[in-house]
């Protein structure tokens, strides 16, 4: 499995970004996917996860109603909106996966593929 993001950048307070994982590998529907990101000095934390066998996807309370999760399975990528953008927002998001359909761990240590990272700077 590889994952490669794409999409971070600087953006002013209020804008928007979107994130993309391009996955080489296993189709969308195989696996469930997140988005973890760590802002400097601070530890890596789960932002948002969909999970294929069932579907449902999960938010940190700090992005609910800001951030949305998807997926394009003719692409086999999967995207972060990220929409009314805080300075609080800037870290450095990566994309990840755990290698199961049901799973949407928090805790980074059991995610297993992670991608490089991309960089989005919100200035205030």
């Known amino acids: 499995v590889q994952l490669v993001e794409s999409g971070g950048g600087l953006v002013q307070t209020g804008g928007s970004l979107r994130l993309s994982c391009q996955v080489s590998?296993?189709?969308?529907?195989?696996?469930?996917w997140a988005w973890f990101r760590q802002a400097p000095g601070k530890e890596r934390e789960g932002v948002s996860c969909s999970r294929s066998g069932d579907g449902n996807t999960y938010y940190a309370e700090s992005v609910k109603g800001r951030f949305t999760i998807s997926g394009d399975n003719a692409k086999n990528t999967v995207y972060l909106q990220m929409n009314s953008l805080k300075p609080e927002d800037t870290a450095v998001y990566y994309c990840a996966t755990d290698g199961s359909t049901m799973g949407c761990p928090n805790d980074p240590i059991l995610n297993n593929y992670w991608g490089q990272g991309t960089l989005v700077t919100v200035s205030s």
């Open positions: 590998g296993p189709s969308l529907n195989y696996y469930s």
